[in-house]
């Protein structure tokens, strides 16, 4: 037994990972080429096939949860670059530079270095409970995206309360930082919970009744319906018309991502790292995975409800119209309408381009030498290519342009709330808790009944909204 | 959610799996919550309990109550709960049955209770087939209470603002410290009252000292 589980130990964790996945990837390959020699294998895939199709709904729904679980990888990272780069910015220092162009992987070597530390549980926790809380408060923020409508036709799923069921999931992130906060077995993670749950809890009140007028105003739950609503031009959209609901909603939203100014969950000089003060590795990895998925989330929300989801400033359709182009842009190229000339074209076209660029830079670059102006010609003809393939499917498809605008209002959200971050100093926890209590909660009441009284008004006088 | 034909291999409806897998959770937590020597594991079974009977909720087509009841019940109320027990619950005492001294009454209560769920099962006549799925929407939810029954809807709410002032009422510490007099003044309200008590924070149970 030895000779084998002395090699096994000095494997590391990677190896031992590795290895049985090797040895299953064989089993499989021998048992798929038997399969193969022995005429079962069209049998067997028609069986798998007819069980799938049969259960294609179950099937949609797994694809979606992949799909928003793997999602939430790529807005962490980009959240945390913007993070690091635009606070050094303003701290007037460079930032990452090293990794990838304008140190744009930094944040993925960063959560490579946070997979491989040592994940340790420390004596006393209560182990169960402290091993559940991060995922709990992962998945909270991550369930959320199920619902929010990134560009018409693109969302996980349109549920008729999608707004409630947005509340409710993000409501379920106290429970895991209470988890958090109680098991780690420590007196900082304990307040840091206790503080975090607070907080969170006095927040929701006027995060969601902030909204309230908007429900009012659209008549509907569904998020989808409510981009709709305020399709037009910029004016349309419901924060010209609920200022005071999208002030009090965005201030509420940087308390419940518990971002700076609103961070006392993680105050270092009151209560060392709060919650998060007895996790290490991965699992630390996750409360902060899940805050800036999270900021994602509230950015993409707030875009939704009050600058228009996915809706252009400007409607681009009569603009396109007066200049002699017709949208949506038919792009049904037919490619086996050029016959031979296709083959041509798409051998010849590329070098004959590329060479004709390397000439002109070249020309105009004279201590370039040739073979440098051949690459920068060929990057440019890739860039322009791309370039004109993804315009024209901006102009052609209209979910990936309605992505685009979405996407371009989260982001430029998201870039706001690390601003705030790198400007405004820390509240104290009892200004956070007075600010909600006296001053949010009574102004979204006060929405409410101007927003209530407005369409009444509008209603008895004849210019219903 | 419409959920479409059979379990793969198993020829049951999905439906009757799921509802098998949330009601079997919602069974077993409640049982774990009354029958836990830890009390914050019974308030997060308890958590699990409410989140599987909002699933059971969904599953019956009624999605607007259940994303309420995750909203109140899981958001709040349990927070609520876990509060109290974080703020309240001493560890220095010994670990027994939490609900030990009231075993007899509960019991009792719970063979009633068991009693008439039985009865009522029984008396009840069973439609096979519904007729027509009812669709519930928010709208409709909105219509009824605001309309038919909003004098009940109001009565309740009066009665719960009562319960709020009451509390907050009772709460209210008599000795209500002078800003003027330093010995007494509190600097940032609810942090210092709560590192105030240090002796009631709690955390899990202590491990069993090595010698």
Known sequence: MTALSRPWNRLSLAGKIILPLVAVLIALNITLVVLWMSGLLPFLVQAILDTLGANIAILRFLLAATIILLITVPVAFMNIFFEMKLIAFVNLRIGPNRIGPWGTLASVIHGLKVLAKEDFTPRGVDVPVFTLAPAVVYLASVMTLLVVPFAPGLHGYDMDIGLLYFFAISGLGVVGLMMAGWSSFNKYSLLGGLRAAAGMISYELPLILAVMGIVLLSGTLNLNTIVQNQSGSFLDWYIFQQPLGALIFFIAATAEGSRPPFDLTEADSEIVAGFATEYSGMRFGFFFFAEYVNMFILSAMTAVLFLGGWNAPLDLAPIANALGIATPIDIALDPGSMGPGLLWLVLLAPPLIVGGLTAVIWMLKSDWSIIVSAIVAFVLFNLLVGGGVMLLLAMGIDWVMGLVWFLGKTIGLSLFFVLMRATLPRVRIDQLMGFAWKWLVPAALVNIFVTAAAIVVLHEIGRPL | ?211
Do not use: N
């Open chain 2, 1 to 211: 959610m419409e959920l479409p034909q059979t379990v793969p291999f198993l020829d049951w409806r999905w439906d009757d799996l799921i509802f098998l897998v949330l009601a079997g959770t919602m069974l077993g937590s409640a049982l774990l919550v009354v029958v836990g020597r830890d009390i914050i594991r019974s308030g997060l079974f308890m958590v699990l309990a409410f989140g599987a009977l909002a699933g059971l909720y969904a599953l019956m087509g009624a999605t607007l109550v259940a994303a309420a009841q995750v909203l109140v019940y899981l958001g709040a109320i349990s927070v609520l709960i876990l509060f109290a027990i974080m703020l309240t619950q001493s560890k220095a005492g010994p670990v027994r049955l939490v609900f030990h001294s009231q075993a007899w009454a509960a019991a009792i209560a719970a063979i009633v209770i068991g009693g008439l769920l039985i009865a009522s099962v029984l008396l009840t006549s069973w439609p096979l087939a519904a007729a027509e799925p009812i669709v519930q929407t928010a709208r409709d939810v909105a219509a009824l209470m605001f309309g038919d029954y909003v004098l009940a809807f109001e009565v309740i709410s009066v009665l719960l603002l009562a319960a709020v002032v009451g509390g907050i009422f009772l709460a209210r510490r008599d000795d209500i410290p002078d800003p003027s007099d330093p010995a007494t003044r509190i600097e940032d309200g609810s942090a210092s009252r709560v590192t105030g008590t240090p002796g009631v924070l709690g955390g899990p149970a202590r491990p069993a000292e090595k010698p």
